[in-house]
């Protein structure tokens, strides 16, 4: 299994250009649910994970992508979006949802609830945009993984307007805010990057022993 995973990720690489094949809907929902059993603090998950199909959404979300046309052509693009409203109403979501799976009573849980209220409100409002950012890369780097495990290609993206794309999928509405986006599909023959050998330090410099 090991052998597999490191070879899943040596084929692996931030795709330049894809092909017009499509990924079908059920390996898209197999990764979004592997990408739902990502870690996260206290297990709240303060992210959503947003499916972009339509052309014509992808087409206005072009203009604040700048420039990257992997955007619109692409299977399926994936917006990692960070919940803004990180107060008592997130806490009380993931109680309930503890007293339905477990089968607890929310009123066994108060000391749970009161400490990750406890532990959000001891943070500054850019303390919690950070920490719910930090969980949405915990999120993304579980994605990437899967999918290349899977044998499907991404490119996980940080150059666009956040401001943008929340303005063109209504997030504020939602408490969202855009983080990350990453295009998936399957990369295209003509990329020269498929064949490129993948830089990476070696082990000796990234990994210490104390």
């Not at 000391?111 to 949405?136: E, F, H, M």
Request: hydrophobic share 40%.
């Amino acid at each position: 299994m090991t052998v597999n995973v490191i070879k899943s990720l040596q084929w692996r690489y931030a795709v330049k250009q894809f092909s017009t094949d499509v990924i079908n809907d059920g390996q898209v929902q197999a990764l979004l649910t592997a990408t739902r059993l990502s870690a996260s603090s206290f297990g709240l998950q303060p992210y959503r994970l947003l499916i972009v199909k339509s052309t014509e959404i992808r087409q206005q979300l072009l203009a604040y992508s700048m420039g990257q046309d992997k955007v619109l052509n692409s299977s399926h693009l994936i917006v990692f979006a960070t919940q803004t409203n990180l107060g008592d109403e997130i806490v009380h979501a993931y109680i309930d949802q503890v007293s339905k799976v477990r089968g607890i009573p929310s009123e066994e849980l108060q000391d749970l609830t009161d400490q990750i209220k406890g532990s959000l409100a001891a943070k500054t409002p850019q303390q919690k945009n950070a920490w719910a950012k930090n969980q949405t890369y915990l999120a993304l780097g579980n994605f990437l993984t899967c999918a290349a495990i899977m044998g499907i290609d991404a490119c996980p993206m940080e150059g666009f307007n956040a401001e943008g794309y929340d303005n063109v999928l209504g997030l504020a509405d939602k408490a969202l805010t855009t983080a990350v986006i990453c295009p998936i599909g399957t990369r295209h023959e003509d990329d020269p990057f498929a064949r490129m050998p993948k830089i990476r330090f070696d082990a000796e410099k990234m990994v210490l022993t104390f």
